[in-house]
């Protein structure tokens, strides 16, 4: 992490909001916590944010490449099906690693429970990336219907993630297993 003296205080302030949200959810961090996290000042913040909705709104824009780049493979090695799985081993290893809290668009939207709400609106953007990130590779590999199959994967995917956040610890292999079986139904061919 940068230090204060060479962050401003918008970007502390959104480094802040993202590792609190995330970590700790958005309705129990409170703008106090916000402000003395990142070391600037309520005043600051509304002079930067006029609401904490508009600094979240930021967050989950921004952190969406981030998100992504953890879980995407970008590379033109392998096969599409290599890719797929690739975003379900992430998650594996995130999840082991403790250093997973679920999907931050879904967090957003649980939380928000407002379809129309600005942060909603990037939480579904965000999302529908990685839907089309699935049905670009399902389509790339063959499969029957790459658009279903990229919804069911994107499902799975949040589906695994609820299932992190109710009971903590490791899906030993689950999502990777299930994620074979998608692809298979769907004809995507094995690596071997």
């Not at 003395?36 to 930021?58: N, P």
């Not at 590779?137 to 949040?158: R, Y």
Request: aromatic content about 8%; charged content about 20%; some cysteine.
């Amino acid at each position: 992490m940068t230090s204060t003296a060479k962050t401003s205080p918008r970007e502390r302030l959104i480094q802040a909001a993202t590792e609190l949200f995330y970590r700790e959810g958005i309705a129990t961090t409170g703008v106090q916590k916000l402000c003395e996290t990142a070391g600037v000042s309520k005043r600051s913040m509304y002079q930067l944010f006029e609401t904490k909705d508009e600094l979240l709104a930021e967050v989950l824009a921004r952190s969406g490449p981030a998100n992504f780049a953890l879980f995407l493979d970008r590379s033109t090695d392998g096969t599409p099906r290599r890719r797929i799985l690739h975003v379900f081993e992430q998650m594996e290893k995130l999840v082991a690693a403790a250093q997973y809290f679920g999907c931050p668009f879904v967090n957003a939207s649980v939380e928000l429970k407002d379809p129309a709400h600005p942060a909603s609106e990037i939480a579904r953007q965000g999302k529908q990336q990685l839907t089309d990130y699935f049905a670009e590779q399902a389509k790339l590999g063959g499969a029957a219907d790459p658009a279903t199959l990229a919804i069911q994967l994107t499902m799975l995917f949040d589906g695994l993630s609820a299932r992190v956040m109710m009971y903590p610890g490791g899906l030993d292999g689950v999502g990777i297993r299930t994620a074979v079986v998608l692809l298979d139904a769907n004809g995507l061919p094995s690596d071997a």
